[in-house]
């Protein structure tokens, strides 16, 4: 029998970093050729018929969400948004009910520029991978270490800029982050990472520089200008 994919949409920050002015709405809710990110970011993850839902997690408080994902087949809107995006990610986790072998793909809310043919790639691979995997693309930029001033260079061999989806067994993700929740580790800035530090190494999955996460105001204007939108 086919395992279940389901897909989890962390939406609960704020994005300070790409707003010029306070009180600004969440980044995942502003515009894109006329459409809020979050839409076009959840559009195209349900081009995939595998995916038979996608799961998109914000906070109690949330006044956006539900009208901007209006009349989209397939979407469960879930108030459990938490302090961390670790914390985001396992309060949904546990408040879905699927079997230790299907699988979870969690992607960025404002991560839109991803291409079917890249989703489909993705997700390919993984299903023929014991553990799972990630997008990336590899460091091409010489990478150094400072502050005000260069204290040394890193040698970019084997180097990724990680991206999402990321995809892994339900069972194994929810392990992996309740272990990390109750250790407390800091430098769990991914599912990936928690998957690491129970002792396994996930897939790597060449991605696409399209597939760039909106963090800057400028990327607002580059992601429409560039990717078609």
């Known amino acids: 029998m086919n395992n279940s994919i389901v897909a989890i949409v962390p939406a609960s920050g704020i994005g300070h970093r790409a707003s010029n002015e306070q009180n600004d709405i969440p980044k995942q809710y502003k515009k894109i050729a006329g459409i809020p990110i979050l839409r076009h970011t959840v559009t195209k993850l349900l081009l995939d ?20 994902l209006d009349n989209l087949n397939k979407v469960n809107i879930i108030k459990c948004g938490g302090k961390r995006r670790i914390d985001t990610v396992y309060n949904a986790i546990n408040l879905i009910n699927l079997n230790k072998n299907d699988w979870i793909i969690i992607h960025d809310a404002v991560r839109p520029g991803f291409s079917i043919n890249c989703l489909t790639k993705f997700i390919d691979q993984c299903l023929y991978d014991k553990v799972g995997g990630i997008l990336a693309i590899p460091v091409i930029d010489t990478i150094k270490k400072g502050s005000i001033r260069v204290h040394h260079t890193i040698n ?20 992996a982050l309740s272990i ?8 769990i800035t991914d599912e990936a990472s928690a998957i690491e530090y129970i002792g396994h190494n996930p897939l790597i999955i060449k991605g696409s520089i399209s597939n760039f996460k909106i963090t800057w105001p400028e990327d607002f204007a580059l992601m429409e200008k560039l990717y078609g939108f």
Do not use: Y
């Open 156 to 175: 970019r061999d084997d180097l990724w800029l990680i991206q999402t989806p990321q995809m892994f067994r339900f069972g194994l993700l929810k392990k």
């Open 49 to 68: 018929s595998r995916i038979s839902h996608v799961n998109v997690i914000i906070k109690q408080d949330d006044c956006f969400a539900e009208q901007i």
């Open 180 to 187: 990390a929740i109750q250790n407390n580790l800091p430098d």
